[in-house]
T-cell receptor, first 115, second 113 residues
Framework: GAGVSQSPSNKVTEKGKDVELRCDPISGHTALYWYRQSLGQGLEFLIYFQGNSAPDKSGLPSDRFSAERTGGSVSTLTIQRTQQEDSAVYLC?????????????FGPGTRLTVT | AQSVTQLDSQVPVFEEAPVELRCNYSSSVSVYLFWYVQYPNQGLQLLLKYLSGSTLVKSINGFEAEFNKSQTSFHLRKPSVHISDTAEYFCAVGYNQGGKLIFGQGTELSVKP
């Protein structure tokens, strides 16, 4: 079946612009996660959705970052007034809520470059 | 704060040699442990996981990892590596079912002929 998909695969934007990153999880997966992978910082957790609600948004680095999920499926991560330090690969993952699983499946990522 | 430490950022090794990639985590509570692999220009793939039961877990391509609760470690081993094992390996820990994963900084395994 189809895996986690993300769009765009690459995004170059000017400092100060807003960007939206999209994630389509695996069909039927109730949990969705956003992570950020950058040089020197490794993989950092940003936010976690269970259905449409976000019980853990502790990793969002500032109020310029927000995310939503609609219909228990697609999620959008929005970064307002982008800064150069926002440059990174943004990864989305999804998982089921079955107790026997707990495996997170990752998408290919969106490479964001802020110039 | 919860953390995961991968002690080696880079591990160069010759083909057919054994390798161990080290991972330690900070916690005294129940954990779920994972190793993910990222091949060049590819996404993260699950290599193996420990959820409960046997402390020794194995992957289909010859890697294995052992959960050691007393040492809070989950080291990854392979008795004989191949060129195709060249990749970055990430150790990850989950503390709550369904919650976030905390990743180590990654270990770049470079297998040379």
């Amino acid at each position: 079946g189809a895996g986690v998909s993300q769009s765009p695969s690459n995004k170059v934007t000017e400092k100060g612009k807003d960007v939206e990153l999209r994630c389509d999880p695996i069909s039927g997966h109730t949990a969705l996660y956003w992570y950020r992978q950058s040089l020197g910082q490794g993989l950092e957790f940003l936010i976690y959705f269970q259905g449409n609600s976000a019980p853990d948004k502790s990793g969002l680095p500032s109020d310029r970052f927000s995310a939503e999920r609609t219909g228990g499926s697609v999620s959008t991560l929005t970064i307002q007034r982008t800064q150069q330090e926002d440059s990174a690969v943004y990864l989305c993952a999804s998982s089921t809520d079955r107790a026997s699983s707990y495996e997170q499946y990752f998408g290919p990522g969106t490479r964001l470059t802020v110039t | 704060a919860q953390s995961v430490t991968q002690l080696d950022s880079q591990v160069p090794v010759f083909e057919e040699a054994p390798v161990e990639l080290r991972c330690n985590y900070s916690s005294s509570v129940s954990v779920y442990l994972f190793w993910y692999v990222q091949y060049p220009n590819q996404g993260l793939q699950l290599l193996l996981k420990y959820l409960s039961g046997s402390t020794l877990v194995k992957s289909i391509n010859g890697f294995e990892a052992e959960f050691n609760k007393s040492q809070t470690s989950f080291h990854l081993r392979k008795p004989s590596v191949h060129i195709s094992d060249t990749a970055e390996y990430f150790c990850a820990v989950g503390y709550n079912q369904g919650g976030k994963l905390i990743f180590g900084q990654g270990t770049e395994l470079s297998v040379k002929p």
